[in-house]
């Protein structure tokens, strides 16, 4: 089993800068993607920022040239700087990681999510 555990989210001033991390856990054997989805109360689920094993990064419109992503593959982790916050900005984060694993001395592929962490930006 792969666990995916948030942490880093809160309260922020708009303007201000929140680093999210995600670190997963259990048999890993490689991280083909490690991304952030977010959701605020009566919206769709949506897609914040990825980034490949290979260091390709994908950002959608809303946040670039505010957030950043980035991972640490050694350690099955990945970040979110994010900077010049905006109330919109304000959901619960979710980390997504999907890779292949051992299980029962077998490679498998996963696709796994954390329970979230909730980011509020407000003044």
């Known amino acids: 089993q792969v666990q995916v555990v948030e942490s880093g989210g809160g309260l922020v001033q708009p303007g201000g800068s929140l680093r999210l991390s995600c670190a997963a856990s259990g048999s890993i054997t490689s991280i083909n993607v490690m991304g952030w989805d977010r959701q605020a109360p009566g919206k769709q689920r949506e897609l914040v920022a990825l980034?490949?094993?290979?260091?390709?990064?994908n950002y959608a419109d809303y946040v670039k040239g505010r957030f950043t992503i980035s991972r640490d593959n050694a350690k099955n982790t990945v970040y979110l700087q994010m900077n010049s916050l905006k109330p919109e900005d304000t959901a619960v984060y979710y980390c997504n990681v999907q890779g292949q694993r051992i299980e029962r001395g077998r490679v498998m592929s996963f696709g796994s999510w954390g329970q979230g962490t909730q980011v509020t930006v407000s003044s």
């Open positions: 980034i490949t094993g290979a260091g390709t990064t």
